[in-house]
């Protein structure tokens, strides 16, 4: 099973942007990863942002954004604001086989 | 709007099987992908294993041979049943819908302890 790799913490300004990465042991991330990301405050259940590498719920921040980067998918966001502070996690879903979270990544707006 | 719900007990022995069900509402079970994430305290998300609407499963090889999903279509419900736990299995346990999206029931929190 591959293991699913993401940035430990991560900091960005207020009105900054910042690049989240998910990246797989098992090679390149493709659109047939169909990935997911997914933000989670303290004590929430966590929320859908993007999924199939791109595309948005109907409730997704238009300042976020999601893309494939280098051979990982990847989480934009342009514009922090305060409460886009949280932990934020991919997750990779191959159609027939086991599928992978990442560790997640701490965001901090500071 | 689809809505999941998780339900089932709080407490779990060791060793005894920790059974959890989650209601769908708003949307059709017969589609989509229906799974269960676990999430230990202070730790990361966990997917434990997708049921297909048809009934075929995908499950994470780390647990595989402690879990059964299920699904009734009838009552617009699907189940884990993971035998044999100990105090590692303590966590939230999250019911999520995917394919063309994703949408997560709130979770609820499995302690196993005697």
């Known amino acids: 099973q591959a293991v699913v790799t993401q940035e430990p913490s991560l900091t960005v300004s207020p009105g900054g942007t910042v690049t989240l990465t998910c990246g797989s042991s098992?090679?390149?991330?493709?659109?047939?990863?169909?990935p997911y990301w997914f933000q989670q405050k303290p004590g929430q259940a966590p929320r859908t942002l993007i999924y199939?590498?791109?595309n948005k719920h109907s409730w997704t921040p238009a300042r976020f954004s999601g893309s494939l980067l280098g051979g990982k998918a990847a989480l934009t966001l342009s514009g922090a604001q305060p409460e886009d502070e949280a932990d934020y996690y991919c997750?990779?879903?191959?159609?027939?086989?086991?599928?992978?979270f990442g560790g997640g990544t701490k965001l901090t707006v500071l | 709007q689809v809505q999941l719900q998780e339900s089932g007990p709080g407490l779990v022995k060791p060793s005894e099987t920790l059974s959890l069900t989650c209601t769908v509402s708003?949307?059709?079970?017969?589609?989509?992908?229906w799974s269960w994430i676990r999430q230990p305290p202070g730790k990361g998300l966990e997917w434990i294993g997708y049921?297909?609407?048809?009934?075929?499963?995908i499950y994470n090889p780390s647990l595989k041979s402690r879990v059964t999903l299920s699904i009734d279509t009838s009552k617009t419900q699907f189940s884990l049943k993971m035998n044999s736990v100990t105090a590692a299995d303590t966590a939230v346990y999250y019911c999520?819908?995917?394919?063309?999206?994703?949408?997560w029931g709130q979770g609820t929190l499995v302690t196993v302890s005697s």
């Open positions: 997750l990779l879903s191959d159609s027939g086989i086991p599928w992978v």
């Open positions: 098992a090679g390149a991330v493709t659109s047939g990863h169909y």
């Open positions: 999520m819908r995917s394919f063309k999206g994703a949408y």
């Open positions: 199939d590498t791109n």
């Open positions: 708003g949307g059709a079970i017969s589609s989509h992908y």
């Open positions: 049921i297909h609407y048809t009934g075929s499963t």
